[in-house]
């Protein structure tokens, strides 16, 4: 089994651009999507799986996750992208527009015999969801479920301005439009032990509204966030790393717990504050956050 990557920070970035990658490349970011789908036009896609093959063989990621998302399944691209894209042996395939779990099956089929046709570790290639269709999250529950048991699944993405397209909604700032489908996605991923990736902030240029929607989906229990600029990286990775404060107040809650249960003690309080089972588990999440972010 594919051994779960800390993904704070997803950058997305077209194929086809060679400048893009290597900047993508050099950005520290946790994972760098290299996209064959939305970010190509559809008379480049050619191009483009020649251009990220040059560029996995050139350049140095550092300890960046190379992803690579092909085009949705029922497409006429689907074949050729993910021949290519498993020729190259990415760390993971992102799997846009996921709406029932054939597709799921097929994918994951076809990753497992080519892993065994190459000698390679099963599982080896993880393999991320995207959720962002109106039907995909009426179909959550039952995807993120099947999901659960092909072990290279390992987490699911939400698409918004992809749903809101498909529903005929308008985005706006507070995303009202979006809340429902937002809840849903990262309550199923938490249901069946998925990571949770936050969707893009389109407006790349506004620093203060990025790290406001970050802290927002991290506080939802979002375990990331995709970006679309190298410029929002260090601020997305920044939101969803405990500060220094949050873990030691996280330390001290566990280490008062700790105590109290060896003294037979069930609630308690910390610096004036009651703590039971609920805010220890979630001292705990703080810890293990701060700990994957400093691998």
Same mark, same amino acid.
């Given at each position: 089994m594919t051994a779960r990557r800390v993904r704070r920070a997803l950058l997305f970035v077209p194929g086809d651009s060679r400048r893009k990658i290597e900047k993508a490349a050099a950005s520290g970011v946790d994972s760098v999507i290299l996209d064959l789908e939305d970010g190509v036009a559809l008379n480049a896609k050619a191009a483009a799986r020649e251009s990220i093959a040059a560029a996995l063989r050139d350049l140095d990621f550092g300890r960046s996750e190379r992803l690579i998302r092909i085009n949705p399944y029922a497409t006429p691209f689907y074949a %050729?992208?993910?021949v290519c894209a498993l020729d190259l042996r990415p760390d993971g395939i992102v799997l846009p527009k996921v709406e029932s779990v054939e597709s799921l099956v097929a994918l994951d089929a076809a990753i497992s015999a080519f892993e065994r046709a190459r000698g390679w570790t099963p599982d080896s290639i993880a393999l991320i969801v995207m959720i962002e269709t109106a039907l995909a999250v009426a179909n959550a529950n039952v995807i993120a479920s099947r999901a659960r048991a092909l072990e290279r699944v390992q987490?699911?993405?939400?698409?918004? +301005?992809d749903l809101a397209g498909d529903m005929g909604a308008v985005r706006t700032p507070g995303g009202a439009e979006i809340a429902y489908a937002r809840g849903a996605v990262v309550l199923h991923a938490a249901a069946y032990g998925l990571d949770a990736i936050d969707m893009v902030?389109?407006?790349? !240029? %506004?620093?203060?509204?990025?790290?406001? +929607?970050? !802290?927002?989906?991290?506080?939802m229990g979002y375990t990331g966030k995709q970006a679309i600029h190298p410029d929002q990286v260090a601020?997305?990775? +920044?939101?969803f790393t405990p500060d220094a404060a949050s873990v030691a107040r996280a330390q001290a809650i566990v280490e008062a717990h700790q105590a109290n249960q060896a003294a037979g003690t069930g609630a308690f309080a910390v610096d004036g504050r009651m703590v039971d089972m609920p805010v220890v588990l979630a001292a705990e999440a703080v810890l293990a956050r701060a700990r994957a972010a400093q691998r």
């Open positions: %050729d992208d993910l987490a699911l993405m939400f698409g918004a +301005e902030y389109t407006s790349y !240029r %506004d620093a203060d509204g990025l790290a406001s +929607e970050a !802290r927002t989906a991290m506080t601020i997305i990775q +920044e939101a």
